[in-house]
Each structure stands twice: as structure tokens, then as C-alpha cells.
């Protein structure tokens, strides 16, 4: 019993859960016990799964990390861990996450950050897991969980999946649902596995994916077998190299997992070329105007009416309500996302910022358009480094929006892809290589990916 208690210990301080739900846990692995034995047990029977606390779960609170949201207990569940659950899954709990899912290190969280359970060989500072998805890939990474939910606005499930040396696919824009999950940035927003393998993320894939109508951008299009179709096989497939990826003063040890890759692809089967993605340089700053924009609508909702906190100030009106609850609720990443999206909105910038970022986001669509005649799927790293320090980047937001470079220009086009551990840098910690494939080609990806790990 002291060993055990050490251990769930030594897991809690990881800080990868926000929630914990044992009750939940415990139904469901009876409820799997009695499906097994009367033989209609469904693919996911009693598998421990964290849930991304951004996913509102029925009964269960349910808070995007945000103080905004403490206490709100919602009554309903989101289409994609309905599914799960539907399927027979056991929900450990709520998994811990940057705040409203912007960030890329999990340290806006109201409720603290995640630590990574990695250490690097040459250095005892504690890591970050990535972000927003953090508790998700610390909590698969620590094993704490078997797999896990994430979301992607713009890297969020690739991003933490690289740090964490775990797999991670962020689906094709619209083929999970995105009913029941906090809006981030509407256009963007894709929920995705998190799992040790690729294999396990295929399979939760299936269970995940599906037409929805109460998502008007939800695909009604045939869910195939992806866990079935695996095999590694890349014979006939071309593999696209973006040249635009080898960026400047990247990384020795990432440039060389990047080739090994390669040829870990072409051992496979698959014939590697190199193509030109020219619009990838315009990617990040396009990505930092139309996720804000969309943002600063969406959170327009936390008004201190509808939902959680409400601060009501002495002797003032409704205008102060809101501004007091806006103000005491929101942390610091949300409230300038807020200001950067409403300013780039405003009559008099809307056409210099938000409309030109519209524009380049179609050229970054046409990119991949025309590259995709070229090659079936293209091969990446996931992030530009492993995983930093804690606190090494919260100070300097443009350094922190760096991190995500590789992963969005293809959230930008609503590509599948995915991030695949590949490896370890020189200081013994994991290192990503990122697929990306065709409009709902996650298949292709996935075996892809299948290949490569
Ligand atoms: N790091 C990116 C951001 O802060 C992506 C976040 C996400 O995908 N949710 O916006």
C-alpha cells in the first residue's frame, strides 16, 4: 500500500489531471466486465482514458483550464467522448491544458502547469509536455492513462505528442464533430487522439470520428477501418520533403531524424522528392490573426450571464459585471489573444489584417493543393526542438508562437497529420516527425506513420 500511494503521489505531481473520476472509472470497468462475459463488449471495454478538459462531460466539471469555467458541470456530453465512452471506455478524469487551449507549454493553466515526466541527460530542469494538449501527453507519456483526447487548433495534439514521445493525429478539419468541446478558433478547432502507439491512436480514431449534425462543418462522409488497414506498406507512395521546413540553424540531431525518416520511408517502399511549399514563412503570422479573430469571437460568450464566474461590483451596472467577471476570469494569454483579435476585427484593420490573412491563408491551401499532385503525403519534423525548460519561454510570447511553425500551415488547410515518435535528441529526449496527407486521407497518414515509428 506505501509503494502504491508514492506512486499515485509521485503521478500527482505531474499535475496532469484537473478532475479526477474514479466513480466513472469503476462503472465503466464493471460495466466492460459484464459486456465481455455476455460477449458484446464494445473495442474500447474498460480502457483507461483521459479526457482533455476542454471536451464538456456530462456531470463531470468541465473548465478549459480557465477560472472563467470553475464549476461549470455541463449536461450534456461532446459528440467525441460520448463516443468513447459509448464504446466502452473508462474516463480516468479530466486532463490539464493550457487555458482555452492557447498556448504551446501548458503553463497558462489556471490550475498550474503540467511537468513532463521526461528529464533531459544534461540537465535536471523540469520540461514542459508541450501544449495545449500537456495533460493529455504527460498523462500517456507517464502511463497513466492508455490514450487519451486532444485537440488542434494549431498544433496542440502534434506539438505535446513530439515532446512526449508519443503519437498524436490531428484528423482532416470536420471529421470529428465539434459539438461538446470549448470553441478555441472555429475554423481550426479538430479533436484527435493521443496514444503510445499509432496503432492505438487508428483505433481510437474510428471510434472518435463520424458525421454529426449538430456540427454544421461535421463531414458525412464513410469512416474507414483505420486500425484494420495498417500495415507499413509504403510501395507506390511518394513522399513529398517541403524544402521550406529546413529552416535556419535548425537543430543538428532534428535535421538528421528528419533523413532517417526518409529513409525509414523509402525502406518502406515509398519514393522520397522534394517539394516547395513557397507560402510556409507566412504561415505563423497568418495562423496568430485568424486564430485570435476567431477567438475574440467565440470568448465574447463569457459574459457572466450564461456560464461560470460572475463578478458582480459594488453599486455598478451591467457593463461593470461584465468587464469585472472578463477581467477576474480570463488569464493573461487569453485576455491578449482577445485584444489582438478584436483589434485585427476593428473597422479600419479588419481589410489590412484579418481579410489579408484570409487571402494568405488560401495561397497556404493552394500550396498544399499543388504539392499534393506531386506526392501522396509529406514528411516533417513536428516541432523545431524537443521539449525546453518550464518558464524558459512564458515570458516572450513570439518566442513561445514560434514553437509552432512546422504544425500550422496544414491546421490552416485542414490537413490530416500527424506527429510520430521518431527518436531522441542528444540529450535523451523525444523528437517528433510529423505527416501530413490529403483531405481525409488519415488513413494514408496513419499508415504512414505506422511505418516510421
Ligand atoms: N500553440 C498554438 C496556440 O497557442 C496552438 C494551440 C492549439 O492548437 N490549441 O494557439
Not at 123 to 149: C, D, E, F, I, K
Not at 337 to 360: C, F
Request: net charge negative.
Amino acid at each position: 500500500v506505501g509503494a502504491h500511494v508514492a506512486a499515485v503521489e509521485g503521478a500527482r505531481a505531474l499535475n496532469a489531471f484537473i478532475t479526477e473520476t474514479p466513480e466513472h472509472a469503476f462503472a465503466a470497468a464493471k460495466a466492460a466486465d459484464a459486456a465481455l462475459a455476455g460477449g458484446s463488449a464494445g473495442v474500447l471495454a474498460g480502457i483507461p482514458l483521459g479526457i482533455k478538459d476542454l471536451f464538456a462531460t456530462e456531470g463531470v466539471e468541465t473548465t478549459a483550464a480557465s477560472d472563467m469555467l470553475r464549476g461549470f458541470v455541463p449536461r450534456y456530453e461532446s459528440f467525441v467522448s460520448a463516443k468513447l465512452l459509448g464504446a466502452g471506455a473508462a474516463m480516468l478524469g479530466k486532463l490539464n491544458l493550457d487555458q482555452f487551449a492557447m498556448g504551446s507549454s501548458n503553463e497558462t493553466s489556471a490550475f498550474g502547469n503540467v511537468l513532463s515526466p521526461w528529464r533531459a541527460r544534461n540537465s535536471n530542469a523540469a520540461l514542459t509536455p508541450g501544449g495545449s494538449s500537456g495533460g493529455s501527453a504527460a498523462a500517456v507519456a507517464a502511463r497513466l492513462v492508455a490514450a487519451a483526447t486532444g485537440t488542434d487548433t494549431g498544433g496542440s495534439i502534434r506539438q505535446p505528442a513530439a515532446f512526449a514521445g508519443i503519437a498524436g493525429i490531428k484528423p482532416t478539419y470536420g471529421r470529428c464533430s465539434r459539438w461538446g468541446i470549448v470553441a478555441f478558433a472555429s475554423s481550426l478547432d479538430q479533436a484527435g487522439p493521443m496514444a503510445r502507439t499509432v496503432t492505438d491512436c487508428a483505433l481510437l480514431l474510428g471510434v472518435m470520428a463520424g458525421h454529426d449534425p449538430r456540427d454544421s462543418t461535421s463531414l458525412d462522409v464513410p469512416v474507414p477501418d483505420y486500425a484494420a488497414a495498417l500495415d507499413g506498406d509504403l510501395r507506390g507512395k511518394r513522399i513529398g520533403i517541403p524544402r521550406e521546413y529546413r529552416m535556419e540553424g535548425m537543430d543538428a540531431g532534428l535535421e538528421a531524424l528528419w533523413q532517417q525518416g526518409a529513409d525509414w520511408a523509402r525502406d518502406a517502399g515509398a519514393e522520397i522528392v522534394e517539394v516547395s511549399l513557397p507560402h510556409t514563412a507566412q504561415a505563423l503570422p497568418t495562423y496568430y490573426i485568424v486564430a485570435p479573430a476567431e477567438a475574440s469571437s467565440n470568448l465574447a460568450r463569457y459574459d457572466g450571464v450564461r456560464y461560470g464566474l460572475r463578478v458582480t461590483p459594488e453599486g455598478g451596472n451591467l457593463n461593470d459585471m461584465y468587464a469585472a467577471t472578463r477581467a477576474a476570469g480570463f488569464g493573461a494569454e487569453v485576455r491578449r489573444r482577445i485584444m489582438i483579435g478584436t483589434y485585427v476585427l476593428s473597422a479600419g484593420y479588419y481589410d489590412a489584417y484579418y481579410l489579408q490573412a484570409q487571402k494568405v491563408r488560401a495561397l497556404i491551401a493552394r500550396d498544399f493543393q499543388n504539392v499534393f499532385k506531386q506526392c501522396d503525403l509529406l514528411l516533417t519534423p513536428t516541432a523545431p526542438t524537443s521539449a525546453f525548460a518550464l518558464g524558459s519561454k512564458s515570458d516572450d510570447p513570439i518566442a513561445m508562437y514560434l514553437n509552432d511553425v512546422f504544425t500550422v500551415p496544414s491546421s490552416l488547410a485542414g490537413l490530416p497529420a500527424m506527429s510520430v515518435p521518431a527518436g531522441l535528441d542528444d540529450n535523451g529526449l523525444p523528437l517528433g516527425l510529423q505527416v501530413i496527407g490529403r483531405p481525409l486521407d488519415e488513413a494514408g497518414v496513419l499508415n504512414a506513420g505506422f511505418a516510421l515509428e
